[in-house]
């Protein structure tokens, strides 16, 4: 509270000092000591995505033909994707994965214990967000394999449904990318929890209690306060999930690896395995511009939820 | 119950608790008001069980020489498995390797990012909004997108297995999101201080360094603390750029664990993984309740 308080009133004075003293023109001399990191974002961050976009339109290969002597193939790589069910069995698992674990699973369970998290006893709520708060911290690969122990066939949702007397499940098999989606969520929902009651603590009582006197009762007052009073948190939240899930590799890998028969392969397994499994270098890169192409536009639609003030 | 169905459970189970509550005469609001506060409790520790039982089985596990996959009580508590993976070998020497890589680059993106939020926090320019945009945009960028070119660059210019070449990208990739927390932190600090200091003759970098800096202590471990706890956990850049056994952090080798028997033992496996798992624990309990400073950016992100 007292932190927010005179972080506001340190940046107002900053905002009037900038104005009044501080010689405010930014010469070539100032600017040196961004040097290092316009380096470092150059050439590892701008240098890879301009090379992708070369790299997407050759046959480069880790072996045969592409290895020794690489050339130009035009948008054969966008082809040869767009032509194989494969290419299009993992976009279908990225969506579902990306939608049940990201978009509503993580997003609503988040809200959900943000919400629960104000009316809980204060030792509950601290003791369950700290469980929550760990799956969160824990290593991809740590979490990898205690989700893997989890839903394995002798794991520990077996035993615990064997022992109260309900059939086991082996969703590894039968459904991996549920599987996995559901240890996304584990270990994505304290994040939007996060993100949630931080935004949730902004939202003043008093618009609550006139909403209760005008006789909204407690979904009204979520659907039709809350909620729009949170849109920018939700879109921002929506946007960072998804990009996020969209990248998972390490998590999937550790878990199922893609399989069984490709039934959890979603687009960056799918990348991996063409590029360093088959070596194609150049059609891996083309199927990840089509990965960042589905982060770009999901984030497009993401930022038209924002309200009209906040888009600038 | 399952994990599947708590955590859709969790999201509807507030509403049909809610519904029933309020409004109505005010004894049987009170009792409602309560009934809602222990549902809500139930739901709540609910989650919290469903989300608890993986970790649990770490724990037991890792005490347990005779470890399955399921979650169980071991039946004698033996500190074997942790003996087992005590060498160098298995357990310090990738520990180790995951400190150098994670510790060089977060060494290496704290510096940059220090410095070039420097003139983006205290001077202004034409083209600072486009140029913050752009960080705030490359942070949502998919690393593992861009991993294929950076592997086939890193081959061209021998950078693959390198350590040092691991660290420069490592760095890099973490550098948008460490320059944004530590502009947002650097803007707080105020000017008036600064400027006293230049009058009395100290330069740019002395006052950054011995008045600035200190003044943004705590917003500068929130994002210390978080740079070098996603490298700590990242799997996929260390996977692709470096190759060689005894160079492979924590990170990879759990990948490839396996006992010295060649066989995955569970129980050293759950060991390994609370050695690999304790320093970013620690950390964020150091973090505590700063925490939030982090999220609050997060919300933020119009910048």
């Known amino acids: 509270m007292t932190a927010t308080h005179t972080t506001a009133t340190h940046r107002a004075a900053a905002r009037s000092g900038r104005r009044t003293r501080l010689g405010d023109g930014l010469s070539p001399l100032r600017a040196v000591p961004m040097l290092p990191a316009a380096l470092l974002l150059l050439g590892f961050m701008l240098g890879p995505i301009l090379y992708s976009l070369y790299l997407a339109f050759t046959d480069s290969a880790i072996r045969g033909e592409g290895a020794s002597d690489t050339s130009f193939v035009g948008v054969q790589n966008f082809l040869d994707a767009f032509a194989d069910g494969d290419f299009w069995n993992s976009v279908v698992l990225t969506l579902v994965f990306t939608l049940v674990s990201a978009v509503v699973g993580q997003n609503l369970l988040g809200m959900g214990l943000a919400l629960l998290m104000e009316r809980t006893h204060r030792l509950v709520t601290f003791t369950v967000t700290s469980i929550v708060i760990a799956a969160w911290i824990l290593p991809e690969v740590v979490a990898g394999y205690l989700l893997y122990t989890f839903f394995a066939d002798d794991g520990s949702l077996n035993t615990i449904l064997t022992s109260i007397g309900l059939p086991s499940q082996d969703l590894l098999f039968s459904a991996p990318i549920i599987a996995v989606s559901f240890a996304n969520i584990w270990r994505g929902a304290a994040f939007s929890m996060l993100v949630y009651s931080a935004a949730l603590s902004s939202v003043p009582g008093d618009v609550y209690e006139s909403a209760a006197l005008d006789g909204a009762g407690p979904v009204r007052r979520f659907v039709s306060v809350t909620v729009p009073l949170l849109r920018p948190a939700i879109a921002t939240n929506l946007m960072l999930t998804t990009l996020q899930t969209l990248s998972v590799f390490g998590l999937i890998f550790i878990m199922t690896g893609g399989g069984p028969a490709r039934q959890s392969q979603t687009l960056p397994l799918y990348m991996y395995e063409q590029a360093f499994s088959y070596g194609q270098l150049g059609y891996g890169t083309a199927v990840a511009l089509l990965l960042l192409l589905i982060g770009a536009l999901a984030s497009i639609a993401y930022l038209r939820l924002l309200p009209e003030e906040d888009k600038r | ?303």
């Not at chain 2, 459970?9 to 809610?18: D, G, S, V, Y």
């Not at chain 2, 752009?134 to 950076?150: D, K, N, R």
């Not at chain 2, 061209?156 to 550098?175: E, K, P, R, Y």
């Open chain 2, 1 to 303: 119950m399952t994990a599947g169905l708590s955590t859709t459970a969790a999201a509807e189970q507030p509403r049909p608790a809610e519904t029933a509550a309020p409004r109505p005469a005010p004894r049987t609001g009170r009792c409602r008001a309560a009934g809602t506060r222990l549902a809500s409790n139930l739901v709540m520790a609910a989650i919290g069980l469903a989300f608890l039982v993986p970790l649990l089985w770490v724990v037991l596990a890792s005490f347990d020489t005779e470890a399955s996959l399921s979650v169980a009580w071991p039946e004698t508590w033996s500190l074997g498995n942790y003996s087992a993976i005590w060498n160098a070998e298995t357990t310090f020497r990738p520990l180790g390797n995951s400190l150098l890589l994670c510790g060089g680059a977060t060494l290496l993106t704290m510096v940059s990012a220090v410095l070039c939020a420097y003139p983006l926090s205290r001077y202004s320019f034409r083209a600072k909004r486009p140029l913050l945009l752009t960080i705030i945009f490359s942070t949502g960028l998919p690393i593992t997108a861009i991993m294929i070119p950076v592997y086939s660059m890193f081959v061209q210019v021998n950078l693959i297995d390198s350590m040092g070449g691991a660290i420069l990208f490592l760095g890099a990739s973490s550098l948008p999101y460490a320059i944004f927390l530590t502009k947002g932190f650097m803007d707080g600090v105020p000017m008036e201080i600064e400027e006293s200091a230049w009058t009395e003759g100290a330069g740019v970098y002395r006052t950054l360094w011995s008045v600035v800096l200190p003044l943004m202590r705590s917003g500068l471990s929130v994002a210390t603390i978080f740079t070098f706890v996603s490298m700590w956990g990242n799997f996929f850049v260390p996977f692709m750029l470096l190759l060689s056994p005894d160079k492979l952090p924590a990170a990879v080798t759990l990948y490839t664990f396996s006992s010295q028997y060649g066989q995955v033992a569970y129980g050293q496996l759950a060991a390994f993984s609370i050695f690999y798992s304790l320093p970013v624990v620690v950390l964020y309990l150091f973090l505590g309740r700063n925490l939030g400073q982090g999220f609050a950016a997060a919300g933020g992100v119009k910048g």
